[in-house]
């Protein structure tokens, strides 16, 4: 029975099976001699993003440039592009536009000519905390394109592994905050709520994943759970509870990860 009150992880077996061994494949191509302990957690505040008059494409451009610097990855080339705007869907009076083409990207990662380049969404100025996220997730393709074997899953599972390269550079808050965005919209006569999804792991997901980069970097849990949304901060206790039972020595556990049985070489 009380087993039944013990915490679990808010993800299946399988799937944080997965998430320890990219975040072993991780370490492996990009930890160097580090092994996270000196990691640093990013927070949505002033400290890491101050307080800025900027507007329009500066202002994208220096968020882009601190989450390069925030990344490590400040002296990398790369160019940050424009990209579509969202098209406004209400247009007047209780009547909306319905777009039968899908929405512009929320960014991209590219080569062109010789040259990297990122693309966002302007249309997410509006929302820094989530563009943060979608630049670290491009930045972290970027990233993987230098690693010298594929991660765990193969070209299946590339797009997932990508966002926990965001996580493992630091940015795990902002990607579980991002990851479903619930926005009230009032305007034209016309007023609710829209759900949108980003990324590709699930906010459960992105949540055991910050659980494991607050374990392994030494970050304060305390702020990391401050950093959440409201409703993510139980499944992160709980994460982290789950994890430091059952892989009380973490490190060892993704020093043992068999990439062989990911089809890795």
Not at 179 to 205: I, T, V
Not at 218 to 238: H, I, M, T, V
């Amino acid at each position: 029975m009380l087993g039944l009150f013990k915490p679990r992880l808010p993800i299946d077996d399988e799937e944080f099976e997965w998430l320890l061994a990219t975040f072993a494949w991780l370490l492996r191509e990009f930890g160097g001699n580090s092994d996270l302990r000196d990691a640093e957690l990013i927070l949505p505040d002033q400290r890491f993003f101050p307080a800025s008059r900027l507007t329009g494409h500066a202002r994208a451009f220096e968020l882009f440039e601190q989450v390069k610097a925030h990344a490590g990855m400040e002296a990398w080339p790369c160019e940050l592009v424009a990209g579509t705007p969202e098209r406004e869907r209400r247009v007047t009076d209780g009547h909306a536009l319905r777009h039968e083409s899908p929405a512009p990207p929320l960014g991209t990662f590219g080569r062109s000519g010789g040259r990297c380049y990122v693309s966002y969404n302007p249309s997410e100025l509006r929302h820094p905390q989530s563009l943060v996220a979608t630049f670290a997730h491009e930045l972290a393709h970027y990233l993987m394109r230098t690693a010298e074997t594929p991660p765990p899953g193969g070209r299946d599972l590339i797009e997932h592994a990508t966002d926990l390269a965001a996580v493992f550079l630091g940015f795990g808050i902002f990607m579980a905050n991002s990851a479903k965005d619930f926005r009230q919209f009032q305007d034209f006569g016309e007023q609710g709520w829209e759900m949108r999804g980003r990324g590709y792991l699930s906010e459960n997901a992105l949540v055991a994943a910050l659980a494991l980069f607050v374990t392994l970097s030494d970050a304060s849990a305390r702020e990391a759970g401050q950093g959440l949304k409201d409703y993510l901060r139980k499944p992160f206790r709980n994460a982290r509870k789950a994890i430091a039972r059952d892989y009380p020595d973490l490190r060892g556990a993704l020093a043992d990860v068999d990439f062989g049985e990911w089809h890795l070489e």
